[in-house]
């Protein structure tokens, strides 16, 4: 064993590295400055180990191979794509819903050319963001007018500070949600400057409760959908007509948080819980809002849609300016909306409504392909496999408590413990994000695409056998 001495005077300086054959290679690879930065901070890696006694032997391979790992980590995107084995369809931290390539196709088009966004090509003069897809939204959902913000969040924040900034705003204190990380009706109402007036309890809330507190203040009825969670036993809410009727009646407009807001109709599959926009647009609510990528299976986006004054008066807010949405996401639009004019289209052609409809014999059969490819990679003696039937979820406070059935391929693994193999997975590349279930590892696949099978079964095969560490 070297001493300490004869250990650090292996070490190469700098310059040397630099100048070595990989060295030069590396720098026609990759910038200059992640080069330099990879060779000290290996360099001093190295050095601090060999004074605590931890590096015992230091040689061109290890000083090299250590530079190149670091350097192809400063260098690679921090945005990768995953492989969302998890079954949950609107999964937030694994960006929502997807979009087709078919779809992408045409934002490409407008992304990389310039397009008429904000010109009327008729009459030679400037034109409106927003006129590209009034007229499909108004065809899909009924309602007068419409506008996209950044998110449903924004579009929330925008209706409360246009219509009720200063005034009071009635809500159930049923309904007076937190939607994962930040959203909280109470916050978002109050740095909106509305006045939230609770009324009712957590499980009831009667129409006389919104009646008593209705006064001359009152610039807003709200409703909001309860997304996320699901109340069962003694529970009472007014229907939305009572409530529109209540808000005609005193002349003051209802506004309808719907979260994920439905562009179909879910009834034929089983699903009344949740209406679409169209139904509460014709129940005479004055404004709805929704998210673009929850349900409707869009890009990130706040669809405000309602009546004609009202979209007026909010699209002339001087905050719509900062939370207007860009050109991408409007080309995505417009592509998915007309894609909603023919129900079925839809259903087969934007991803996350496919996924969510998949019929449970498709995706078994997606289940015994990716088995079949297992099986002729004899990891027979890594784990077990099998084919399980199981429930996903729709995710993101879509359609809460709803189980969906679904087929998954369990592995029990018998060299590794569960959770390190769910954290090989999550540590290759791609990577592999999926459910535990007791000492299974759960592979669902409705959210597996076709074409990611094989990488898949790679991936899997690569961290069982741990060959990929
Ligand atoms: C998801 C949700 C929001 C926030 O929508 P984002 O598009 O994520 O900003 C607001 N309200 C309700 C009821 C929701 O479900």
């Known amino acids: 064993m070297d001493s300490l001495k004869a250990l650090l005077s292996k070490l190469p300086s700098v310059n040397e590295v630099l100048q070595s054959k990989r060295g030069l290679e590396w720098q026609t690879l990759y910038p200059r400055k992640f080069v330099l930065k990879a060779i000290r901070d290996s360099l001093e890696e190295l050095r601090g180990s060999i004074f605590q006694g931890q590096s015992t032997e230091i040689n061109d391979n290890i000083i090299y191979d250590g530079i190149e790992k670091r350097l192809q980590k400063l260098c690679s995107f921090s945005l990768v794509p995953v492989i969302n084995a998890t079954g949950i369809v609107i999964h937030t931290n694994l960006g929502r819903a997807i979009l087709s390539e078919a779809i992408m196709e045409h934002v490409k088009e407008i992304t990389c050319r310039y397009s008429n966004l904000e010109y009327d090509l008729e009459k030679g003069v400037r034109g409106k963001r927003y006129s590209h897809i009034q007229q499909l939204l108004s065809e899909i959902t009924g309602a007068e007018s419409s506008i996209i913000v950044n998110n449903n969040a924004a579009a929330v924040f925008l209706c409360l500070h246009t219509i009720a900034k200063g005034k009071e705003v009635i809500v159930s204190r049923g309904e007076l949600v937190e939607i994962g990380g930040s959203f909280r009706i109470p916050d978002v109402m109050n740095s909106s400057g509305a006045i939230l007036k609770e009324v009712g309890t957590t499980n009831k809330t009667h129409l006389y409760d919104y009646e008593r507190a209705i006064s001359e203040n009152t610039a807003l009825l709200l409703k909001v959908h309860q997304s996320n969670f699901k109340m069962t036993g003694f529970t009472e809410f007014p229907s939305i007509e009572e409530v529109v009727k209540l808000g005609d009646k005193y002349n003051i407009p209802v506004m309808f948080d719907l979260g994920s807001g439905s562009l179909i109709d879910m ?203």
């Open 267 to 469: 009834k034929p599959y089983g699903i009344y819980s949740e209406p679409t926009v169209k139904d509460i647009i014709k129940a005479g609510v004055a404004i709805v809002t929704f998210s673009g990528d929850k349900l409707l299976g869009g890009p990130q986006g706040g669809i405000i849609a309602g009546k004609g004054e009202l979209i007026e008066k909010i699209s002339k807010n001087p905050l719509m300016r900062a939370l207007r949405v860009d050109k991408m996401t409007l080309s995505a639009f417009e592509v998915i909306l007309r894609l909603y004019l023919d129900e079925k289209r839809a259903k087969e052609e934007i991803p996350t409504l496919r996924m969510i409809f998949e019929d449970k014999k498709t995706i078994k059969r997606r289940a015994q392909r990716v088995l079949l490819k297992i099986k002729k990679l004899f990891l027979n003696d890594f784990a077990s496999f099998n084919i399980i039937h199981d429930y996903s979820e729709a995710g993101g406070g879509s359609l809460p408590g709803l189980p969906f059935e679904t087929y998954v391929v369990s592995v029990k693994p018998f060299k590794v413990s569960v959770n390190s193999l769910e954290n090989r997975l999550r540590s290759s590349r791609p990577p592999v994000i999926v459910r535990i279930k007791s000492d299974s590892l759960i592979l669902d696949m409705r959210t597996i695409q076709d074409n990611e099978i094989d990488i898949l079964v790679k991936t899997l095969a690569e961290s069982l056998r741990g060959s990929n560490l």
